[in-house]
């Protein structure tokens, strides 16, 4: 999968209260890039605690939940587009379609 909106995880993780969030991120990206899904299914097998949301959308939880992560998918494509990163708390504030 291609990985479009890094810059929104680089923010996150490169900020001093989220430095413990780098590492596992930076597993999660690996794990994205080397995927080629083609389905919601597809994505909860390599994601078992993940969140499909509806068609495109799916909610990631990173190191033990402690971080999520909201992406659309787009499987023709291979393409995943981040949304939004953050904390479980931020996850709260978070508008998204269901």
Same mark, same amino acid.
């Given at each position: 999968?291609? =990985?479009?909106?890094?810059? #929104?995880?680089?923010?996150? %993780?490169?900020? &001093? #209260?989220?430095?413990?969030? #780098?590492k $596992?991120?930076?597993i !999660?990206?690996?794990?994205?890039?080397? @995927?080629? !899904?083609? #389905? $919601?299914?597809?994505?909860?097998?390599?994601? $078992?605690?993940?969140?499909?949301?509806? +068609?495109?959308? /799916?909610? /990631?939880?990173?190191?033990?939940?402690?971080?999520?992560?909201?992406?659309?998918?787009d499987?023709?494509? +291979? %393409?995943?587009?981040? &949304?939004? =990163?953050?904390?479980? @708390?931020?996850?709260?504030? !978070?508008? /998204?379609? &269901?």
């Open positions: 999968m291609k =990985i479009h909106n890094l810059g #929104k995880i680089n923010s996150f %993780i490169d900020k &001093k #209260k989220n430095h413990t969030a #780098k $596992p991120v930076e !999660w990206v690996s794990k994205l890039r080397s @995927a080629n !899904w083609e #389905k $919601p299914d597809d994505v909860l097998i390599d994601f $078992p605690r993940g969140s499909s949301l509806g +068609q495109n959308g /799916f909610i /990631f939880r990173v190191g033990g939940n402690k971080w999520r992560i909201l992406v659309k998918i499987y023709v494509r +291979q %393409i995943v587009l981040i &949304k939004e =990163i953050g904390t479980h @708390a931020d996850y709260d504030d !978070w508008e /998204f379609e &269901k």
